[in-house]
Nanobody
Framework: QVQLAESGGGLVQPGGSLRLSCAAS????????MGWYRQAPGKQRDLVAV???????SYTDSVKGRFTISRDSAQNTVTLQMDSLRPEDTALYYC???????????????WGQGTQVTVSS
């Protein structure tokens, strides 16, 4: 059984900062990509940022220069530091991991349950 547990999120004023963290646990053989997606009400779930096992990062254009993704591969954790937050960043943020569980010979996608980020004055 593999689980992704998120922490962080909450309510912040425009221009403020938040930090999201996610830990993958369970019977894991190897973790490849980890990242964050977000879904605003009435919209589809979109990629925010992703980091590979080798540390390569990619961001959606709207968060470049404001958000920073990092990971601790030894702990199977990923963190999203969000600065200069804007009201349009308001969404439910989901942790994501593409990993190889002990019970399989192929990689699979796993998702956290989501954590709410609200940017409002």
């Amino acid at each position: 059984q593999v689980q992704l547990a998120e922490s962080g999120g909450g309510l912040v004023q425009p221009g403020g900062s938040l930090r999201l963290s996610c830990a993958a646990s369970g019977s894991i053989r190897s973790v490849f990509n980890m990242g964050w997606y977000r879904q605003a009400p009435g919209k589809q779930r979109d990629l925010v940022a992703v980091i590979t096992r080798d540390g390569y990062t990619s961001y959606t254009d709207s968060v470049k220069g404001r958000f920073t993704i990092s990971r601790d591969s030894a702990q199977n954790t990923v963190t999203l530091q969000m600065d200069s937050l804007r009201p349009e960043d308001t969404a439910l943020y989901y942790c994501y991991a593409y990993l190889l569980p002990q019970s399989s010979f192929s990689g699979r996608d796993y998702w956290g349950q989501g954590t709410q980020v609200t940017v409002s004055s």
